[in-house]
């Protein structure tokens, strides 16, 4: 019997730095168990090479149990099964359909929409600040994702201040909030779906225009449950880039080398944000897979139907894979590659726009505010959360 490493994880130690008390784990062991009160054991993969090979593994599979499904009014519930929680045939399905709109070639093409997106709320930052300080995450980082996966999408322009409000809640962590926000959502999918149907969603020849021609030309590939459920599911997971985009900022004007790199050489703009992400991504544990049989793994027999999750924030930080990986360089070349947007089957399908996104908005913040700077230290303001590495609050002077 193999005796694995347990990491709690109401353990102060791992809220408050989760990326050493993760990765002391890996060195002890590839497998680990993690610890939460109220709930069962979940594995944990610590190691590269091993969480790349869980993700990417049939015999792992995401359900309705990977999630926390908030408590939501019963006529809601046919719209909460979602692209994430389904495997093989029904998942491909639907991800080939919107699959298209999110390819880099795309996400390129949309990056002058970015930009112009990222330059109208930095142009509004002076008038929201406070006594010389402005909350970057509540007035670029949080409403940005928002804009952009309304515009790439096409939700109408004048629906698109209450999917802010939405995608605030969201951001902010799941909870009671997100659960009285899930109707109010759900009636903003049918009303955006209703817009395009009358010709009149918020960009032409957008995810929701092709989505609706497609359902038009062949109904049995798109039924009406799943365009609505698609639409509200696009446009919530579009706001990974919140945190990351705060965390990028936070990180530069901590590492004041780093951030001299980045603004001596905007050419370093794409391999710095890859930096960043694995660095300090917001994703440290991988949403759990499902054992679909008992599996072997690092000489431990993992049981059917149990939990197991990628320990993201050790694995991006693995000596055996990255040199120096406690070292935050933007001028890192190209390696084995992060895992801040997961492997395998549901690997992020936003990655590349959070990608242009991040690069956009650091690449433009850093060039309109040379002063920029932290009003408050970044540790005073980290959420308690062991599986994402999030801010409350991102306070700086312009």
């Known amino acids: 019997?193999?005796?694995?490493?347990?990491?709690?994880?109401?353990?102060?130690?791992?809220?408050?730095?989760?990326?050493?008390?993760?990765?002391?784990?890996?060195?002890?062991?590839?497998?680990a168990r993690l610890l939460i009160p109220g709930l069962g054991p979940i594995w944990a993969v610590t190691r590269h090479d091993g969480a790349r090979a869980m993700l990417g593994d049939a015999r792992f599979e995401l359900t309705a149990d990977s999630f926390m499904r908030p408590q939501v009014p019963d006529d809601c519930l046919p719209y909460m099964r979602t692209m994430s929680e389904m495997n093989g045939p029904?998942?491909?399905?639907?991800?080939?359909?919107?699959?298209?709109?999110?390819?880099?070639?795309?996400?390129?093409?949309?990056?002058?929409?970015i930009e112009a997106i990222v330059d109208a709320l930095l142009d509004d930052l002076p008038a929201?600040?406070?006594?010389?300080?402005?909350?970057l995450l509540r007035h670029f980082a949080r409403p940005l994702p928002m804009d952009v996966i309304c515009a790439l999408v096409g939700i109408?322009?004048?629906?698109?201040?209450?999917?802010r409000e939405w995608g605030a809640t969201v951001a902010?962590?799941?909870?009671?909030?997100?659960?009285?926000?899930?109707?109010?959502?759900?009636?903003?999918?049918?009303?955006?779906?209703?817009?395009?149907?009358?010709g009149h969603s918020g960009e032409p020849g957008g995810v929701l225009d092709e989505l609706v021609r497609v359902q038009a030309e062949d109904g049995d590939r798109l039924s009406d449950t799943e365009i609505v459920t698609l639409?509200?599911?696009?446009?919530?997971?579009?706001?990974?880039?919140?945190?990351l985009i705060a965390n990028a900022v936070a990180a530069l004007l901590s590492h004041p080398d780093q951030l001299a790199a980045v603004r001596s050489d905007p050419a370093l703009m794409p391999g710095a944000v890859e930096e960043l992400i694995r660095w300090c991504g917001p994703t440290l544990l991988a949403i759990p897979r499902h054992a679909r049989q008992d599996v072997e793994l690092h000489g431990a027999t993992v049981p059917r139907g149990a939990k197991v999750t990628a320990l993201v924030a050790a694995a991006n930080r693995d000596p055996r894979v990255f040199t120096d990986p406690d070292r935050l360089d933007v001028t890192r070349a190209p390696g084995a590659g992060h895992l801040g947007f997961a492997h395998g089957p549901h690997f992020c399908l936003g990655a590349s726009i959070a990608r242009v996104q991040t690069?956009?908005?650091?690449?433009?913040?850093?060039r309109r505010f040379p002063g920029l700077a932290m009003a408050a230290p970044p540790g005073e303001l980290r959420a308690p959360d062991p599986g994402t590495w999030r801010l409350t609050a991102l306070s700086v002077t312009l």
């Open 1 to 31: 019997m193999i005796t694995l490493p347990e990491v709690d994880l109401t353990d102060p130690e791992v809220l408050s730095d989760p990326f050493t008390a993760y990765g002391r784990v890996r060195e002890r062991a590839p497998l």
């Open 90 to 113: 029904d998942h491909a399905r639907l991800r080939k359909l919107v699959a298209p709109a999110f390819t880099p070639r795309r996400a390129a093409e949309f990056r002058p929409r």
């Open 128 to 135: 929201r600040a406070d006594g010389g300080q402005v909350d």
């Open 156 to 163: 109408p322009d004048e629906d698109r201040p209450r999917w």
């Open 172 to 198: 902010a962590g799941a909870g009671q909030d997100f659960a009285r926000a899930i109707p109010g959502i759900m009636a903003g999918a049918r009303d955006a779906v209703a817009a395009a149907r009358a």
């Open 231 to 243: 639409v509200w599911h696009l446009v919530l997971a579009g706001q990974t880039p919140t945190n």
């Open 359 to 366: 690069q956009a908005a650091l690449t433009a913040l850093l």
